[in-house]
């Protein structure tokens, strides 16, 4: 089985930094494709970051600038460096990542739990 642990939301006030990581374990053989979504109360899911396993990343607009995605390849964990902070990012982040389990032959992909993020003055 594979499990994804993610940390770091909390409430900080708008103009602040976060930095949401998120662990991945387990029968692991290496990962793939990884990335952010959030979802606001009465919103959809949105997505956020992604970062390829190489390194290339790419953002939605709204976060362009002011979010930074990273992972740490040897620790199957990956990152969100949030700063800015806004009101409108107050939203529940969820992490995913592209997992290829140790005797499988394809990728599968896992969700984290959830990190709560809220920005409040």
């Known amino acids: 089985q594979v499990r994804l642990v993610e940390s770091g939301g909390g409430l900080v006030q708008p103009g602040g930094s976060l930095r949401l990581s998120c662990a991945a374990s387990?029968?692991?053989?290496?990962?793939?494709?990884m990335g952010w979504y959030r979802q606001a109360p009465g919103k959809q899911r949105e997505l956020v970051a992604t970062i390829g396993s190489r390194g290339r990343a790419t953002y939605a607009d709204f976060v362009k600038g002011r979010f930074t995605i990273s992972r740490d390849n040897a620790q199957n964990t990956v990152y969100l460096q949030m700063n800015s902070l806004n009101l409108e990012d107050s939203a529940v982040y969820y992490c995913y990542v592209e997992v290829l389990r140790g005797g499988s032959s394809a990728y599968d992909w896992y969700w984290g739990q959830g990190t709560q993020v809220t920005v409040s003055s």
């Open positions: 387990g029968s692991i053989d290496s990962t793939g494709l």
